[in-house]
């Protein structure tokens, strides 16, 4: 069985700093790409970056590009997110999803879920 588990998240002020991680088991985590969502009230949920099972490949929605940084350790079976210069924008319910992969990352079709983490960020 498959789980996902974010760390947690918490509140900050904008201009602050926040890293989530997502520890993954009953899978093989090597081959696995891995994404961060988030979901803010009344939107729809959003990728906001994802990453390939080397570590080598990533890729980041245009609203975060520059300020967060995913990344991986294999061998702790673990993703990351590091969010940096946040924003009352950034305010959302983030999740870690999992899919396999043949090569490079996913923007679609993750399988697996873990179960959201609040981050909020004050102004």
């Known amino acids: 069985q498959v789980q996902l588990v974010e760390s947690e998240g918490g509140l900050v002020q904008a201009g602050g700093s926040l890293r989530l991680s997502c520890a993954a088991s009953g899978v093989i985590f090597s081959r696995a790409c891995m994404g961060w969502f988030r979901q803010a009230p009344g939107k729809e949920r959003e990728l906001v970056g994802a990453?390939?099972?080397?570590?080598?490949?990533?890729y980041y929605a245009d609203s975060v590009k520059g300020r967060f940084t995913i990344s991986r350790d294999n061998a702790k079976s673990t993703v990351y997110l590091q969010m940096n210069s946040l924003t009352p924008e950034d305010t959302a319910v983030y999740y870690c999803?999992?899919?396999?992969?043949?090569?490079?990352?996913?923007?679609?079709?993750?399988?697996?879920w873990g179960q959201g983490t609040q981050v909020t960020v004050s102004a």
């Open positions: 999803a999992a899919r396999w992969c043949a090569s490079g990352y996913a923007i679609s079709g993750y399988n697996y």
């Open positions: 990453i390939d099972w080397s570590g080598g490949a990533t």
